[in-house]
Every structure is written in C-alpha cells, then in structure tokens.
C-alpha cells in the first residue's frame, strides 16, 4: 500500500516539470525577441541606417559619398530606400561629380539575401554630373577580372529634370526614362533636354531601342535603332547599329539625317539645305585590347592602334566626304587622316580660276606625331587632278588667328601650291608654284613632323 502511495504522489509532478520548462524556453525566446528588436531599431534608426548604408557603397564603389541628412526607408511591399542630397566624389578630388536632390533605390528581397543581382528601380531627382570629374574616377577603377552580367531593372530607370556639364557644353532639364533592363533583351530608352553650346539652346527629343547584354568583361549593343529629334546646332537623324566593348571596340551606324543645323550647313555647302535625307556611316574600332575604363573616357580610347572611317552626304547630290584615320600611343600619338570630297563646296572660297571646273574629287592627307594635347604641328597633303597643296600648321596658331583674322590676311600655315596650269585673268600660267610663310609666326620649337604619301 505504501508502494502505491508512493508511485501515485510522483505522477502529478512530471507535467509540472515540463511546464516549468516550456516557461523557460518561452521566456528565452520572448527575451531573445526583445534584443532583435532592440538591435533592429538601433541599426534601422534613419540615421545609422543612412551611415550603414553609404559606408558600405563608399567602400564597394572607392568614393566618398555623403548626404544632406538621414535617409527614409520602407520594407513593404519590397525594401525601398530614399537618401536626400546625395553626393560622390572621387578620392583625391576637391568637388563632388555627382550629386541628387533625391536618390531613391528599391531591391527585391532577393537581392537582399544574395540570390540575384536585380534592382527594381532607381529614380535620380534633378541630379548633376561633371562629366570630366565621372571620367577621372571611371579611370582609377581597375579592370574587370569577370564577365558581365548587366543587372536587372524590374522598374526600370528614371531621371528627372538632370543635368551633364562638360569643359565646353551642358545638357539641362534631362528627362530619362528606361522602363526596363535585363541582358540579352530588348529595351527602350527615351530621353530629352537641352543641349547649351556658347549663346545657343538646342532642344533634343531621343529615343534608343536596342538588345544590350555583358560581352566578355566588356558590353555589347546590338540592333540599336536611334531616332533624334532636335533644333539649333543638333541635327535630327535616323540611324541603326552596333557597339561592343570587350576583348576588341568597334561602332558601327549608318542613317541619314533629316535636318542639318543651319550653321553646318553655312559653313559646308548650301545643297545640305535642299530637301532630302543626307545619308551618313561611321565605323570605328581598334582591334585589339578593350579600353581600360569605358568609351567614356577618351584618353583611354588611344592606347591601342585606333581605326575610323566616316561618310557622310551623296556623292551625286552633295559634297560627300569621306575620311579614313588611324592612331596609334598612349603619351606620343602618332595619327594618320586620309579623306576625299566629291567636289568643292559652294559655301567655301572659291578656288583658283583653273580648278574649279575639274570634276575631279580633292584628296586630302594629314598626318600628326606628338602629344595628345594636339601641340606639334600637322603635316598635311590636299590633291585635285595634277594640282597640290603641301604643307604644315600648328592647331593653337590657326586658332589664334581665326579670333583675331582682321590682323593678318593670310592663316599662319606654311604651304607650297604647285599646279601645271592656272587661268588668272585671261593669262595662263605653267608650271606654277608658290610658297606662303607666315613671318610674323612667332617661332616654334622644331618638332620632325611625320612624312605623309599622299593616298589615291
């Protein structure tokens, strides 16, 4: 009896164990729950959660980025942070190259935990770049060491009311808009704005539908169809393509323009002013390694052999040209230039009495060895039938006397005319040559510029 009394008292204690221990597992959790939310409102407080942010972009992208003061989040329907005031600079430069009224960034969950590279959207809200100050930092990045993988925007891309400067032109009121973005498939972008140059305002309406995707460590565009509307010194013009920028650069478009900014056309040749499209083409490439930043960044653009061709207008309509030009260094640039017009435009000075009437096309060459600030004179070579003009000019003289041509008739050029015929006032001449100088040059350091055979 005594037994069973014993066996039938320690019964009622097991559950009581087991609920005191639920108690405690409960109240490790409710405790653990506390301190997650505890730290997740420590580091989720707008403040710390901007510095969070911008230390780790800063580190990523090696810039220093700040904002004008904490940023706003959201985590429904999908994280979505907006920093105000943003802005970039480059480590070792005085003034940002980039800054923001607003950024506003949106990511999948996905993207938070890893999975993908996507991004929903970004909206820029009246941003402002510097274009030579994106260059300088695009050139410091080191070179890419994987493929390409363009990431996704789900939302797309926007830009409202921004801004593009450069050392001699800017871009105002940029509206852009690229609903969507993913590799290997077809997107449209559409953009429009203000192109300033000196005293004059060109507006631009563009759009740009093309197939981009990741090439090798490098970008590729293909089947680019590109429609710009435009007034004052921008031209309107239709035109299709490709571009990659990989292992190897190489561009490729051909259209035609609709419209010929009045004071090209001025300064060319009136027949550009008739009606009708004037077709043009551009090929330029250099086949061999990509550039080292981006085709942003034009200094890089010359550390490999370089190739360009360009036409543009109707041999039977206009006065067509075309050039061929190849370059070739990285602090010497040795550069040739071979082009041909179909025939002497009515908008220039007229030539000597016998030339005009030879239907033959002007030849010219022109071949430059030096600096790539353009400082060491430039051979040159201009053709038509049996007659030439040889000689050489430095860029900044010429430059010089055009702001101040009322000081001397004649540019600051050293040339040699040599023609087996010329017609002057009834008189023939035969067997002409003539040499020009410019004395009153001031001298120039001797530079050996390259020799040029002129070209057929």
Same mark, same amino acid.
């Given at each position: 009896?005594?037994?069973?009394?014993?066996?039938?008292?320690?019964?009622?204690?097991?559950?009581?164990?087991?609920?005191?221990?639920?108690?405690?597992?409960?109240?490790?959790?409710?405790?653990?729950?506390?301190?997650?939310?505890?730290?997740?409102?420590?580091?989720?407080?707008?403040?710390?959660?901007?510095?969070?942010?911008?230390?780790?972009?800063?580190?990523? %992208?090696?810039?220093?980025?700040?904002?004008?003061?904490?940023?706003?989040?959201?985590?429904?329907?999908?994280?979505? %942070?907006?920093?105000?005031?943003?802005?970039?600079?480059?480590?070792?430069?005085?003034?940002?190259?980039?800054?923001?009224?607003?950024?506003?960034?949106?990511?999948?969950?996905?993207?938070?935990?890893?999975?993908?590279?996507?991004?929903?959207?970004?909206?820029?809200?009246? #941003? /402002?770049?510097?274009?030579?100050?994106?260059?300088?930092?695009?050139?410091?990045?080191?070179?890419?060491?994987?493929?390409?993988? *363009?990431?996704?925007?789900?939302?797309?891309?926007?830009?409202?009311?921004?801004?593009?400067?450069?050392?001699?032109?800017?871009?105002?009121?940029?509206?852009?808009?690229?609903?969507?973005?993913? =590799?290997?498939? #077809?997107?449209?972008?559409?953009?429009?704005?203000?192109?300033?140059?000196?005293?004059?305002?060109?507006?631009?309406?563009?759009?740009?539908?093309?197939?981009?995707?990741?090439?090798?460590?490098?970008?590729?565009?293909?089947?680019?169809?590109? =429609?710009?509307?435009?007034?004052?010194?921008?031209?309107?013009?239709?035109?299709?393509?490709?571009?990659? /920028?990989?292992?190897?650069?190489?561009?490729?478009?051909?259209?035609?323009?609709?419209?010929?900014?009045?004071?090209?056309?001025?300064?060319? =040749?009136?027949?550009?002013?008739?009606?009708?499209?004037?077709?043009?083409?551009?090929?330029?490439?250099?086949?061999?390694?990509?550039?080292?930043?981006?085709?942003?960044?034009?200094?890089?653009?010359?550390?490999?052999?370089?190739?360009?061709?360009?036409?543009?207008?109707?041999?039977?309509?206009?006065?067509? %040209?075309?050039?061929?030009?190849?370059?070739?260094?990285?602090?010497? *640039? /040795?550069?040739? %230039?071979?082009?041909?017009?179909?025939?002497?435009?009515?908008?220039?000075?007229?030539?000597?009495?016998?030339?005009?009437?030879?239907?033959?096309?002007?030849?010219?060459?022109?071949?430059?060895?030096?600096?790539?600030?353009?400082?060491? #004179?430039?051979?040159?070579?201009?053709?038509?039938?049996?007659?030439?003009?040889?000689?050489?000019?430095?860029?900044?003289?010429?430059?010089?006397?055009?702001?101040?041509?009322? /000081?001397?008739?004649?540019?600051?050029?050293?040339?040699?005319?040599?023609?087996?015929?010329?017609?002057?006032?009834?008189?023939?001449?035969?067997?002409?040559?003539?040499?020009?100088? =410019?004395?009153?040059?001031?001298?120039?350091?001797?530079?050996?510029?390259?020799?040029?055979?002129?070209?057929?």
């Amino acid at each position: 009896m005594k037994a069973r009394g014993a066996d039938s008292s320690a019964t009622p204690k097991q559950p009581r164990v087991r609920r005191r221990l639920w108690r405690k597992i409960l109240g490790a959790l409710a405790l653990l729950s506390l301190i997650l939310v505890l730290v997740a409102a420590y580091f989720l407080q707008p403040a710390r959660l901007t510095a969070l942010v911008l230390e780790r972009a800063s580190r990523m %992208l090696q810039l220093e980025l700040h904002t004008t003061g904490p940023g706003s989040y959201a985590l429904r329907p999908e994280p979505r %942070l907006v920093l105000p005031g943003l802005s970039a600079t480059a480590p070792g430069e005085r003034a940002p190259f980039f800054r923001s009224a607003r950024v506003e960034l949106a990511l999948p969950w996905s993207t938070l935990r890893g999975r993908s590279t996507d991004i929903s959207s970004i909206v820029l809200k009246s #941003p /402002d770049i510097d274009l030579p100050g994106l260059q300088r930092w695009l050139a410091t990045l080191p070179p890419r060491t994987t493929p390409l993988k *363009l990431p996704a925007f789900t939302r797309g891309l926007r830009i409202d009311d921004g801004v593009l400067r450069a050392t001699n032109w800017r871009i105002e009121h940029i509206d852009l808009a690229l609903p969507t973005l993913a =590799d290997s498939k #077809p997107s449209t972008l559409d953009a429009s704005g203000d192109f300033l140059h000196e005293a004059s305002t060109s507006k631009f309406r563009l759009t740009l539908a093309s197939t981009p995707a990741g090439m090798g460590r490098g970008l590729r565009i293909d089947n680019a169809r590109i =429609d710009l509307k435009s007034d004052g010194e921008l031209p309107s013009l239709t035109a299709t393509g490709s571009m990659h /920028d990989a292992d190897t650069f190489a561009v490729d478009l051909q259209g035609a323009m609709q419209r010929i900014p009045p004071q090209w056309a001025a300064s060319i =040749d009136s027949a550009f002013t008739r009606p009708g499209d004037v077709p043009f083409s551009i090929a330029a490439g250099n086949g061999a390694q990509a550039l080292v930043a981006t085709s942003a960044a034009p200094i890089t653009a010359m550390r490999q052999h370089l190739q360009l061709r360009f036409a543009v207008g109707d041999p039977k309509r206009q006065p067509a %040209l075309t050039l061929i030009g190849e370059a070739n260094g990285v602090e010497i *640039l /040795d550069a040739h %230039l071979h082009g041909q017009l179909s025939r002497w435009p009515d908008a220039w000075p007229g030539l000597p009495a016998a030339l005009p009437t030879n239907p033959a096309p002007i030849v010219f060459d022109a071949s430059y060895q030096g600096t790539l600030f353009l400082d060491a #004179p430039i051979a040159f070579v201009v053709r038509r039938a049996d007659a030439s003009l040889q000689g050489r000019f430095r860029i900044a003289d010429v430059r010089a006397w055009i702001r101040n041509k009322s /000081d001397t008739m004649l540019p600051p050029i050293e040339a040699t005319l040599s023609a087996p015929r010329i017609d002057v006032g009834g008189m023939q001449l035969r067997g002409v040559k003539l040499d020009m100088r =410019d004395n009153a040059a001031p001298e120039q350091p001797a530079t050996k510029p390259s020799r040029i055979a002129p070209k057929s």
